[in-house]
């Protein structure tokens, strides 16, 4: 188990290379705050260029019926880009899919292999594609094809140059390895990062989300719940908050 007393293990990889970029790759608006946006806060801050790949335009979600359905995309793109820009990210990026009806495609792979080849990040953030049956709001089925679609990306096709050969014959982008990859929601996670500090960055960025969260008055009750089980888990400082991931090396 490792934990937020290792802080090198933040900014660096398992060989120990600093990491300069991170892609997270997600279903939804407001995954990646719900998951990680405090640890999010501390990549940004310590100068890691963070890029957002949003598979779908969260067009499925939103509680408000008088709003009309075709407005909702464009609601929740912006909603992700306010909310990056409230931990330092600005490269917000939407692939445009179905909310609802995400699948595992070739197309999909493709589309997830383009973006690493373009961003050429050294970690990756992506949903677990387990299903985790002690927290099953996690294991969305879109989640769990984000999670499936993105894995599949990083290997074996990003990093193949004879893999969707128009992006590297069409695009002219070079295959790239992605060396390690944080899972966001897995049943079994290894590491935990202390967020007690970028709480408050956390639920700004929730905050942003407001078609998803303007009616959740306990919002900060909810969250800061999940983050202190968290941290009891990882064996972090009673009042302290945590972010949990597994870490797998892609190398």
């Given at each position: 188990?490792t934990?937020?007393?290792?802080?090198?293990?933040?900014l660096?990889?398992?060989?120990g290379?600093r990491?300069e970029?991170?892609?997270a790759?997600m279903?939804?608006?407001?995954?990646?705050?719900?998951?990680s946006?405090?640890?999010?806060k501390a990549w940004?801050?310590?100068?890691?260029?963070?890029?957002?790949c949003l598979?779908?335009?969260g067009?499925?979600?939103?509680f408000?019926p008088d709003?009309?359905r075709?407005?909702?995309?464009?609601?929740r793109?912006?909603?992700q880009?306010?909310?990056?820009?409230a931990v330092g990210v600005?490269d917000?990026?939407?692939?445009?899919?179905r909310d609802?009806?995400?699948?595992?495609s070739h197309?999909?792979?493709?589309d997830i292999s383009?973006v690493i080849?373009?961003?050429?990040?050294d970690r990756?953030?992506?949903q677990?594609?387990e299903?985790?049956?002690?927290?099953?709001?996690?294991?969305?089925p879109d989640?769990?094809?984000?999670?499936?679609?993105a894995?599949?990306a990083?290997?074996?096709?990003?990093?193949?140059?004879f893999?969707h050969?128009s992006l590297l014959?069409d695009e002219?982008?070079?295959a790239?390895?992605?060396?390690?990859?944080?899972v966001l929601a897995s049943?079994?996670?290894?590491y935990w990062?202390?967020?007690t500090?970028?709480f408050d960055?956390?639920i700004?960025?929730?905050?942003?989300?407001e078609s998803?969260?303007?009616?959740?008055?306990d919002?900060?009750?909810?969250v800061?719940?999940?983050?202190r089980m968290?941290?009891?888990h990882a064996?972090?400082p009673?009042?302290?908050?945590?972010?949990a991931?597994?870490i797998v090396?892609?190398?």
């Amino acid at each position: 188990m490792t934990s937020s007393l290792e802080p090198d293990r933040l900014l660096h990889n398992a060989d120990g290379t600093r990491i300069e970029r991170l892609l997270a790759v997600m279903a939804h608006p407001d995954d990646v705050d719900f998951g990680s946006a405090g640890t999010i806060k501390a990549w940004t801050d310590a100068g890691v260029e963070v890029s957002y790949c949003l598979i779908t335009n969260g067009d499925a979600g939103g509680f408000d019926p008088d709003v009309p359905r075709s407005e909702i995309p464009a609601i929740r793109q912006a909603e992700q880009r306010a909310a990056g820009a409230a931990v330092g990210v600005t490269d917000v990026r939407f692939l445009g899919y179905r909310d609802g009806e995400l699948a595992v495609s070739h197309d999909l792979r493709r589309d997830i292999s383009r973006v690493i080849r373009q961003v050429r990040p050294d970690r990756m953030l992506i949903q677990s594609p387990e299903r985790n049956w002690n927290r099953i709001q996690a294991s969305h089925p879109d989640h769990l094809a984000a999670g499936e679609a993105a894995i599949q990306a990083v290997y074996p096709d990003a990093r193949n140059p004879f893999a969707h050969t128009s992006l590297l014959l069409d695009e002219e982008l070079e295959a790239w390895s992605v060396p390690e990859v944080w899972v966001l929601a897995s049943p079994t996670p290894n590491y935990w990062n202390d967020i007690t500090d970028n709480f408050d960055a956390k639920i700004q960025a929730l905050r942003a989300h407001e078609s998803q969260t303007g009616h959740m008055d306990d919002l900060v009750d909810r969250v800061g719940g999940w983050m202190r089980m968290q941290a009891e888990h990882a064996g972090l400082p009673e009042g302290r908050l945590a972010e949990a991931f597994m870490i797998v090396s892609t190398a």
